[in-house]
């Protein structure tokens, strides 16, 4: 039996008096990909990218582990009510314009102190200000700096279109701003790599390709490493009492926690090891996170029929946005119909051992987009279901 086949009977096994469409975590492989996080970031604290987990109890439980610390969020209204859930570190990944959300901010100490807002504009220092509604409280700034690499005199980009904050001037510049401006506090540097990070670097069946990625990563590291202990260096010159330089992603904690100039390392995506992070040289971890789809029809020889299963990735439209029949190993979408919004067809030669109710697993291609999905993450140890834990849906929150 390989260890998918047994992976695969211990999964039947523990959800056996379950019906789907369910999702479980596997907690023996959630748990060693926490332990392989920690280990490529040689030392340096983790702090948890919460879009990646999109669940409480799953949150404290890698925050519990002595290496994690903080938690990077996604939208305001998931700061505020991860603070007032007793989460002390929450850093907001990216700007907001959620006034209501602002107004609580400014008007509490416990979420002022707790909760960290990106910024990259005067502009949105403009809007915060605008909606305090008299919150007097000290809002706590971070700077997101631009990671692209720019080629061919900035003719070529490559990398993802976030801060207009690029040069170590422009940044210092911005800090200018805050430390004149009443009412803020700048304690952080954000810089997110994700064409280093989030780009797997070892493409199935095409080499070339991968080559090229690697290259292009290896270039985009070197040139990173550079800017940002200039940037870091200029805004320590403006604000000396800096708490934290963020960088990194799963795919590249181990280089980014190389670097002197960084304090402190965000990932969250490499708990549950969806498909997108199978194609890395740097690293091998363990799918965590699962979906059960029911064997509804059995239309012919060599296919079965699921319920449901169109769960598409954000990104890009393309095949790897699409989550993968997993369990049993073998079946493929039928490519006239795909993943579909009620139905599935699978073909292979598995299909004729699935019989009407029987389970197939599948892995998402992104991590805590599953559970936009799912109420409920069952949680598997060994053979066995021990807790069943809410997702943010669960708990009637759906951020975005």
């Not at 392989?36 to 109890?57: E, F, Q, Y």
């Not at 859930?85 to 907001?96: E, K």
């Not at 509490?108 to 960290?116: D, I, N, Q, R, S």
């Not at 029987?358 to 998402?364: E, G, I, Q, S």
């Amino acid at each position: 039996m390989t260890a998918r086949a047994a992976d695969r009977a211990r999964y039947d096994r523990a959800t056996a008096h379950l019906d789907a469409p369910l999702a479980i975590v596997d907690l023996e492989a959630f748990d060693a990909n926490a332990d392989d996080l920690l280990r490529r970031a040689g030392g340096k604290p983790v702090r948890v990218a919460s879009k990646s987990v999109r669940c409480r109890a799953l949150l404290e439980r890698v925050l519990a582990r002595d290496g994690f610390q903080g938690v990077m969020s996604f939208t305001l209204a998931e700061s505020l009510w991860l603070a007032r859930s007793g989460f002390d570190d929450v850093l907001l990944a990216y700007p907001s314009a959620d006034r209501s959300g602002f107004a609580e901010l400014a008007a509490y100490p416990k979420l002022a102190g707790a909760v960290t807002v990106m910024v990259d504009d005067v502009a949105q220092l403009d809007l915060i200000d605008a909606a305090r509604d008299g919150g007097r409280e000290v809002v706590r700034v971070c700077l997101e700096l631009d990671t692209s690499l720019r080629l061919l005199g900035g003719r070529m980009r490559v990398g993802a279109r976030r801060s207009p904050l690029h040069s170590a001037a422009q940044l210092a510049e911005m800090a200018r701003a805050v430390a004149r401006r009443p009412g803020f506090r700048l304690v952080g540097i954000m810089a997110y790599e994700g064409h280093v990070a989030g780009v797997g670097d070892a493409v199935a069946g095409r080499p070339l390709r991968s080559r090229a990625i690697r290259l292009m990563q290896a270039a985009a590291r070197r040139e990173l490493a550079e800017r940002r202990a200039a940037v870091v260096r200029a805004v320590r010159a403006v604000a000396p009492g800096l708490e934290f330089v963020n960088g990194g992603g799963t795919g590249s904690v181990q280089h980014t926690a190389a670097e002197d100039a960084v304090t402190e390392i965000a990932a969250g995506s490499g708990l549950y090891l969806p498909r997108l992070f199978d194609n890395y040289t740097s690293f091998t971890g363990r799918p965590a996170a699962l979906f059960a789809q029911p064997v509804v029809r059995r239309p012919g020889v060599g296919v079965v029929t699921v319920l449901g299963g169109g769960y598409p990735a954000s990104g890009a439209a393309g095949p790897d946005r699409l989550p993968v029949p997993y369990l049993p190993e073998g079946l493929a979408y039928d490519p006239q119909e795909g993943p579909g919004e009620v139905q599935t067809p699978l073909l292979g030669t598995p299909a004729d051992d699935l019989l009407i109710g029987d389970k197939v697993w599948f892995r998402h291609a992104k991590a805590g987009e599953l559970c936009e999905r799912f109420d409920v993450l069952h949680l598997v140890e060994g053979d066995r279901v021990t807790a069943a834990v809410p997702t943010y849906r669960g708990e009637g929150h759906t951020f975005l």
